[in-house]
């Protein structure tokens, strides 16, 4: 009851919109997916996705959780650094620009990351790939989740676990009804509010306290929020970059979007998507330091982006940032559902138990294999274990040790199978070692580095020839035999 009435909203009003939303996103993703129904459709959008929806998507997907809750959490414990850190996210996007027309080129039937593992690398690279996705995947979901249940229950007083099960419910509810095309449309319309209210909060934020004031507070109180030479945030800004291009590069999500963007799409659409991206975790992390002039008590740190623009705005304020935030997690759960459940479908149904499935059996399953996902994210999710960004930097060590792999089976063609699954294996090992000695703010680095020691050694040792044309037949169609050799040699 206490809780309740220490809300800015009321949980009558947080239930409105919640309401409001929820009918919202399922009838305009009823209305983009309405005709997608097989299983390019319903998992690839056709492959029509123009300039317009393949930017609002990229861009949408990439402000979730870790944009618009971690980052000001990191900027409370790691000052301007660790809102800095944050927006060097963008790079990812932006280095993924060229990969999406190469993607694009080589593998013009392609569904998923996985499929281009399976073939470039073979069955054990192809495996451990699946490992560390499927891994870093639900690990994304449940931080979304729970970012979702604590933004409602922060602002309304609605438990914790109702909030967390309206939401998934929610993505779930329109992600089965209309596949990546509903995804997408509504990937548009939460770009808008996301940018459009993000803007309003910072604005609003600097009339209220002012850029002196907020110097002089966290300057006495925490001076080292604003000390430029903090190891910690120094190493965790270079980690954050490579933790960032490793999310991207492995990720299903953006693959996905490379396979469904119409021909010569991905280039601009990431491009401009990147851009784009830069200043709104900036600006998402900028209000956490305005705490030490509000004198603010926050009990959990990744609950001070809410805590402060509903002080800073009252109700108005609580609503907006509730609406912001609601959209950011919907616009970004919503794809990950539909891009792990694309990889579920193909590279472990399909290509572990019914390699002889048709493309009408894959349809039916992909929509049960959402449901499915829904249901495992909202268990996991119910006790709240970890702070997202906790959560979230914990698979830093898995999705950085797939750069290098990723990157260099793209475009070189002696990149070494065995190269590639030792890379991933001893990488992600030797980042979850420096994640529990040093800190959370080093794993994505040491992983990458030891990936990237590895797959340049055993290339030089064991290179490869591989011939590009494979890739062309690597569609889940053409996959029946599981097991196919770890590569073509000419």
Not at 44 to 70: I, Y
Not at 185 to 207: M, S
């Amino acid at each position: 009851m206490d809780e309740v009435q220490s809300a800015i909203l009321d949980p009558a009003i947080g239930w409105a919109i919640l309401a409001a939303f929820s009918v919202l996103w399922v009838a305009i993703g009823w209305w983009f997916g309405r005709d997608q129904q097989d299983l390019e459709g319903f998992m690839l959008a056709g492959r029509r996705v123009g300039l317009a929806l393949g930017v609002a998507t990229a861009m949408a997907t990439w402000v979730t959780s870790n944009t618009t809750m971690a980052a000001p959490q990191l900027a409370l414990q790691l000052g301007i650094w660790g809102m800095i850190g944050y927006s060097l996210g963008a790079v990812g996007l932006l280095l993924f620009a060229p990969l999406a027309r190469r993607i694009r080129a080589l593998m013009p039937g392609g569904f998923t990351s996985g499929d281009f593992v399976r073939a470039r690398y073979g069955t054990t690279a192809w495996r451990v790939f699946l490992g560390i996705s499927l891994f870093y995947a639900l690990g994304w979901l449940i931080s979304m989740g729970t970012a979702g249940g604590v933004l409602i229950h922060a602002l309304t007083g609605i438990e914790y676990r109702f909030g967390m099960t309206v939401i998934v419910g929610i993505c779930v509810a329109y992600t089965l009804l209309g596949g990546l095309r509903a995804v997408i449309g509504t990937d548009f319309i939460q770009t808008v509010i996301i940018l459009v209210g993000v803007a309003v909060l910072a604005w609003l934020a600097i009339d209220r306290v002012g850029f002196e004031r907020m110097h002089e507070a966290t300057l006495a109180e925490r001076p080292a929020l604003l000390d430029l030479l903090f190891p910690a945030a120094i190493m965790f800004l270079f980690n954050n970059l490579l933790f960032g291009i490793g999310e991207i590069f492995h990720s299903n999500v953006w693959w996905s979007r490379a396979f469904a963007f119409r021909e010569g799409v991905g280039l601009p659409a990431y491009l401009i998507a990147g851009l784009l991206w830069i200043p709104v975790p900036i600006v998402a992390g900028f209000v956490a330091l305005t705490v030490p002039a509000l004198g603010l008590n926050v009990p959990s740190a990744d609950m001070v982006g809410p805590m402060v623009a509903a002080h800073l705005l009252g109700q108005g304020g609580a609503i907006l940032v509730f609406i912001v935030v609601f959209a950011a997690l919907a616009s970004s759960l919503d794809s990950l559902l539909a891009a792990t459940s694309d990889l579920v479908v193909t590279d472990l149904y399909k290509g572990h138990l019914r390699p002889n499935a048709t493309p009408e059996d894959l349809a039916r399953a992909a929509r049960w294999i959402v449901l499915g996902l829904g249901l495992l994210t909202w268990a996991l999710c119910l006790p709240r274990i970890a702070t997202l960004a906790a959560l979230l930097h914990f698979t830093g060590a898995f999705v950085a040790s797939t750069i290098w792999p990723i990157a260099a089976g793209l475009y070189w063609r002696h990149a070494s199978s065995t190269g590639a699954a030792l890379a991933m294996v001893l990488g992600t090992v030797g980042g979850l070692v420096a994640y529990h000695t040093i800190g959370f703010y080093v794993a994505a680095l040491v992983s990458a580095a030891i990936s990237m020691t590895v797959m340049l050694v055993m290339t030089r040792l064991r290179p490869d020839a591989f011939d590009w044309s494979v890739l062309s037949g690597s569609a889940p169609s053409a996959h029946n035999d599981p097991a196919p050799p770890p590569g073509v040699h000419s």
